[in-house]
C-alpha cells in the first residue's frame, strides 16, 4: 500500500515574497511586527526547562520551555 507523501504547494506569485526561506512555508507576520513595533521572536528568546523534547507533534518536536522576559 502507497504511504500518503506530503504534496508540494504551488505558493502563488503574490506570496512568494512571505515565504520563510528557512521553514520553507508561507509565514504570515503579527502586525506589529510588520510595522516594526516588535521583532519575531528567535529560539533565543527562550530558555530549556527539560534536557530533550517531550513529545512529538503535527509539526515537529515540542520541547518544555519558558520565554525569557516575561518569566
Avoid: T, W
Avoid at 505558493?11 to 521553514?23: D, F, G
Avoid at 527562550?46 to 518569566?71: C, D, M, P, T, W
Wanted: glycine share 8%; hydrophobic share 35%; charged share 25%.
Amino acid at each position: 500500500m502507497a504511504k500518503n507523501l506530503p504534496v508540494p504547494i504551488e505558493v502563488p506569485a503574490e506570496l512568494k515574497s512571505k515565504v520563510n526561506p528557512i521553514k520553507n512555508r508561507i509565514l504570515f507576520l503579527s502586525p506589529s511586527v510588520m510595522s516594526g513595533q516588535e521583532r519575531e521572536c528567535r529560539r533565543d528568546d527562550f530558555e530549556s526547562l527539560a534536557n530533550s523534547n517531550i513529545g512529538v507533534g503535527g509539526f515537529g518536536k515540542v520541547y518544555k520551555v519558558r520565554h525569557k522576559i516575561s518569566q
